[in-house]
């Protein structure tokens, strides 16, 4: 039997994983403003690729700390631009990538009294590496084998390395897990790192992908990537958008309803399962970072196979049936064919 897991993080206060980190800055933002340090911030701002403006939206409003929020344009969900607009945050949708509106904020941020609440801050580290912790004490302190973890920023794969080294220094447990992080075809910048031996690191303009949180080109947090990678002797993976949306697809059929970042996670394990690289009994996890609701979209066009290029061969389109009894009995005999004892 496959010793196979998958972290659903995504059921969560705003249905991403982000949440872990943002309540941590977002209470110590508080903490900075009130009584006695009485810092100056006039509120917190970041670019997103969706679930990060969710989550800071969401905790800022229920401090009452204003929340500014940078988005690219078109390429985020509609799941995930409501969520910001209906908590109050000052929502800016920039004609740019997520990397554009990443160097935007840094620059307004430097002028103005804005806390940054991107990921490499520190605090939203520290809070993330929770997940890590907890898959531990899931595990009752018997360490994976292997975490597979969808990356773009890459401020999480780091996160996760430092959760499970920190439960190594305090010995509750003697190892780490290796750790993959798993990029789509279309924004791999730390793939093609990988990929030259750690040779030669090229940002790139990251191309259209239904895993929209990961389509980033030149990730914040690509050194301490890295670093974890090697310190765990990990791996990084790929996969192209019909690969991806093809494990989504499979894996919803087992009753999870999935996020593409998660069939990137998935289309990971498959590949490196094939390869023998991840063998049949190694335990394995596969972090689901987002919840399927927020991307329902995408869901939709694959089930009515309305993507370009793609065969969608796990599409189950609804059947269109005149509402009379006998189109309805002849479509129902026709699907369970066979299965029926009449
Ligand atoms: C942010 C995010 C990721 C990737 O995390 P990074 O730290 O940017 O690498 C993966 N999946 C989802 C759903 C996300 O929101």
């Known amino acids: 039997m496959p010793d196979l897991w998958v972290k659903h993080c995504g059921i ?14 977002v209470s110590q933002v508080n903490r900075l403003r009130s009584a006695p340090l009485n810092r100056p911030i006039a509120g917190v701002g970041c670019a997103s690729t969706g679930d990060t403006s969710a ?22 969900s509609l799941a995930q631009l409501v969520q910001p607009i209906a908590n109050g945050a000052t929502v800016l949708s920039l004609d740019t990538d997520f990397d ?3 160097r935007l904020i840094r620059e307004v941020t430097a002028e103005l009294p804005i806390y940054l609440a991107n990921s490499l801050n520190s605090l939203r580290l520290e809070g993330q590496k929770t997940a890590a912790i907890e898959i531990l004490q899931q595990f009752d302190w018997e360490v994976p084998d292997w975490i597979i973890v969808p990356g773009g920023n890459l401020g999480n794969i780091y996160a996760f390395y430092k959760g499970f080294e920190m439960c190594r220094e305090l010995e509750l447990v ?17 793939y093609l790192y990988y ?29 301490r990537a890295v670093f974890a ?16 949306m093809d494990a989504m697809s499979l894996a919803d059929r087992t009753g999870m309803f999935a996020c593409p970042h998660t069939g990137v996670a998935l289309a990971a394990l498959f590949k490196l399962r094939e390869r023998g690289v991840i063998k049949t009994n190694d335990r394995t996890i596969v972090v689901s970072t987002a919840h399927g609701l927020k991307f329902s979209q995408s869901k939709v066009a694959y089930h009515s ?13 609804p059947v269109n049936v005149k509402a009379n009894f006998g189109a309805v009995m002849d479509v129902l005999k026709k699907k369970l064919d066979g299965k029926l004892c009449l």
């Not at 990678?229 to 192209?240: S, Y």
Request: charged residues 20%; proline residues 6%; glycine residues 6%.
């Open 12 to 25: 969560s206060h705003t249905g991403s994983f982000k949440d872990l980190g943002m309540t941590v800055l």
């Open 55 to 76: 989550a800071l939206s969401a905790y800022c409003a229920a401090a009452g700390i204003p929340a500014i929020v940078f988005l690219p344009t078109d390429r985020i």
């Open 100 to 102: 554009g509106c990443m």
């Open 174 to 190: 003697d190892r780490v897990p290796r750790l993959v992080c798993a990029q789509a075809a279309n924004a791999n910048p730390l």
């Open 195 to 223: 990929k030259s031996g750690w040779a030669d690191f090229k940002p790139m303009v990251a191309a259209d992908t239904f895993a929209s949180a990961i389509q980033i080109g030149d990730p914040v947090s690509i050194d």
């Open 229 to 244: 990678l090697k310190a765990t002797d990990g791996i990084v993976e790929e996969a192209t958008e019909e690969e991806l």
């Open 305 to 317: 196979k309305e993507i370009a290029n793609m065969a969608c061969q796990y599409a189950n389109p």
